[in-house]
């Protein structure tokens, strides 16, 4: 029989990809007192509906695909098809219908939500395996209020957004539907309609659990968590550490560029879990901290233009194998730490900008919502649908990957209203200022979450300004944070070493200036990628004289920030002195390392390291005036410094930096105790690379007072060079694994 088209204005909504509400049309109804069931097949031929008598033939009733049932009882339900693909008749396959499924979502869900309290969004929004009315399938839910339609899309409908319209809770602009039987590894993206443009938008899922390869585009539905953890005895023992006066030293890297194989292959989370760790171990670190592997579209935004909040990158492998790679720091005592940025977004059509046509992520004003150094838009923090999403982002790699850690991207970016703009390109708060109060709060609220929600997890703002309280409690006024990066210190340390030694001595308070402030928030002392970037030049390169005065001098300035108060940041390389500026684009020179020089740098670092763990003085109170005192700061001539660093129990360590390359014999400094000193480390011995020039043996102090203590010691301080010594305490030798190389 030749289909007769309709004209009700649902169907016509339908066919033009315009019905807002298609189970007002499709599904099963009753009319009239029958039942009436409509499906949309626009690929399909024939449709048959299951009944209690067996497969009934549905009617065509639109030659476009839409065909109808109808009959004084009720089919079973939810209701199975049968279909005959258009143009091969030898494609029969069966199905259910999914307007036959009723939606899942809760009221209380979608309030907290609006609200900007969902916590755990990401398992309410984006695509979930789940069971509805007794069938597996997926259930897609986005948020997308000023949408006239939205679909899904995929390669299990053709990409046709006519196929799969999604019904919305009005309220709270969430679209919702569930596709029965759906297989992993579906691809899919949203399909949305602007309801005062018309305009159509194709969008990557923002809750995407996982995505394609770049270049690709589309997300992929999954099975949902099947990963086996292994690391229960790492969480418990987070749970109920004491980071404030543990070791902290993390080893910050990139993980497509840290190695690569030889034609040039990413290794994956699995193999970084099998080469990384065994280094990591061996070097002594106690974190590593990645480079944003969320999914990102542009390598060479090195993951900081993220596209994907809660998709693991498929360059290096999927979730569950970072999952793995995560179980296996943990299992080997390493914790994991990631670059998280919440700060901007990119312009790319495929993703959060614009997302339903309007500016529903980011502000509506480029004054507010546009970073003009970077050319991406800034999340308006104020909208709670926005807050729910990046502190479900937040909440999702913590719960869901066990991270031990964030370090918040940008941090000063969010603070300020006037960040980076001139006069007349910013718009003040309510109350005339430059801070961005909503940045303000949604600050505090992260903290206040990733702190009552995962105990032991860290917090690290890259925070630039002298922003008050970063890392103090919300409750005392402050941003919640656990930790704040010692932007100040990291650029006075930098431009001081770059001075030629002649000339150091008129830069002198660049080396002591930073205990003005030190303990006014919980440092955290990084030497990061952005150092070793954009023409900046590597560690090394940064260094004045000629090579043996360079890796001197790297070998100084690493003792310098292992000795000083804060926790310890290094990006890969910087262990070894890379020659040259990082490359994203390719592995490190690890072919360096056959060169001694270089090796010897490599070895201060894992000594470096070993005697940070194991010395209390050098760790227990790093952000407390107690754990620190000048023996002398006023050594300018000499480009000299020399301090104590103390424990809880009283014992210390006495740090002695050279900043020229003249060895100075029977250089005396105070001591705050009588007693043999012993050298435990020296960054000129020989077997570093340096000229061995040191102190054997042990050193006997004398009640001669100097410089405010009532003994001192006379020692040979070698040339652009820092040594270590301890009372001739067999405990605290013992813990270095004799160090001094000699």
Known sequence: MKAQPKTHPLQTALLHARLHDPFSYLGWHRQHGQTVVRVFRPHDAHVWIKTAIGFEPMQCIHSEGIFEWSGESMPTMPYRLRAEQKGNAAIVYETYDPYAFAPQISDHDL?????????????????????????????????APNAERVSVIGDFNRWDGRVHPMKVHHASGVWELFIPELPPDSLYKFEIRNRDSGAIMIKTD???????????????????????????????????????????????????????????????????????LPYVQEMGYTHVELLPVSEHPLDESWGYQTTGYFAVTSRYGTPD??????????????????????????????????????????????????????????????????????????????????????????????????????????????????????????????????????????????????????????????????????????????????????????????????????????????????????????????????????????????????????????????????????????????GLLQQPLHAGVQAVVRDLNRCYKTIPALHQLEFTADGFQWIDCQDVEQSVISYLRRAKDGSFAVVVLNFTPVPRTGYRIGVPASGAYQEIFNSDSAYYGGSNLGNLGKIASVPMPWMGFPDSIAITLPPLAGVVFVLNDSDAIAGTGGLIGH
């Open 111 to 143: 309030y907290l939500f609006n609200e900007g309290k969902l916590w755990q969004a990401y398992r309410t929004l984006g695509a979930h395996q789940v069971s509805n009315a007794g069938i597996t399938g997926t259930r897609f839910a986005v948020w």
């Open 206 to 276: 923002p809750y995407a659990r996982r995505c394609e390869l770049r270049p690709q585009t589309a997300a992929l539905t999954s099975a949902g968590n099947t990963y086996a953890w292994q690391d229960a005895a790492w969480l418990n023992h987070r749970n109920n550490w004491d980071w404030l006066h543990a070791p902290l030293n993390i080893l910050e890297l990139h993980a497509g560029s840290w190695k690569r194989h030889p034609d040039g292959r990413f290794y994956t989370y699995r193999e970084l879990a099998e080469h990384l």
């Open 321 to 590: 194998d970072f999952k793995f790679f995560v179980d296996a720091c943990h299992q080997s005592g390493i914790g994991v730490i990631l670059d998280w940025v919440p700060a901007h977004f990119p312009q790319d059509s495929f993703a959060l900008a614009r997302f339903d046509g309007t500016a529903l992520y980011e502000h509506e004003d480029p004054r507010l919502g546009f970073h003009q150094d970077w050319g991406t838009y800034i999340f308006n923090f104020g909208r709670n649908e926005v807050k729910s999403f990046l502190l479900s982002s937040a909440h999702f790699w913590l719960s869901e990957f066990h991270l031990d850690g964030l370090r918040v991207d940008a941090v000063a970016s969010m603070l300020y209203l006037d960040y980076s703009r001139k006069e007349g390109e910013w718009l003040p708060n309510q109350y005339g200022g430059r801070e961005n109060l909503a940045a303000i709060d949604f600050l505090r609220e992260l903290n206040v979450m990733v702190h009552a929600e995962f105990p032991g997890a860290l917090t690290l703002a890259e925070e630039s300004t002298a922003w008050p309280g970063v890392s103090r409690p919300t409750y005392t006024g402050g941003l919640g944070f656990s930790m704040k990066w010692n932007m100040g210190w990291m650029h006075d340390t930098l431009s001081y070493m770059h001075q030629d030694p002649i000339f150091r001595r008129y830069h002198h308070d660049q080396l002591t200036f930073s205990q003005l402030y030190a303990y006014s928030e919980n440092f955290v002392l990084p030497f990061s990628h952005d150092e070793v970037v954009h023409g900046k030049g590597s560690l090394f390169n940064k260094m004045p004289g000629d090579d043996w005065q360079k890796f001197a001098n790297v070998r100084l300035l690493l003792t310098f920030q292992m000795t000083w108060p804060g926790k310890k940041l290094n990006f890969m390389g910087n262990e070894f002195a890379q020659r040259q500026e990082w490359r994203v684009n390719g592995e490190l020179d690890w």
